[in-house]
């Protein structure tokens, strides 16, 4: 029973891992002090580290340093929502970018 109890409680937190197929290009943390597992994988694999980093923090531990309060509530959404604009942004970006190098190639080779 409470076996079962663990392997769903894993499925939950962990199910998503076993469905990548690569490592993040980064990891965005909230609370570097409670989070300090997965700040300490993340430096073993090399994936850089952008985390929110209050005055109780060490920031000697995270590649792109976010000063802010991490308990307040408000800044915790401004600072996530505006991580995952960009996020979409670049994504966007990459997308067109490759789109416009895909046109290029081909006026290339209708030129030739």
Excluded: W
Excluded at 64 to 76: H, K, Q, S, T
Aim: charged share 30%.
């Amino acid at each position: 029973m409470k076996l079962m109890g663990e392997m769903a409680k894993l499925e939950k937190y962990l199910g998503g891992v076993k469905e990548m197929k690569k490592l993040p290009g980064a990891l965005f943390v909230i609370d570097s002090r409670k989070e300090h597992n997965a700040i300490a994988e993340a430096r073993k694999l090399h994936i850089p580290i952008v985390a929110i980093v209050d005055t109780n923090c060490d920031p000697d531990e995270v590649d792109y340093v976010i000063p802010a309060n991490d308990d307040a509530i408000r800044a915790i959404k401004l600072i996530s929502a505006t991580m995952a604009n960009a996020v979409q942004e670049g994504r966007q970006g990459a997308d067109n970018a490759s789109d416009e190098a895909a046109k290029v190639e081909e006026s290339d080779e209708a030129a030739e």
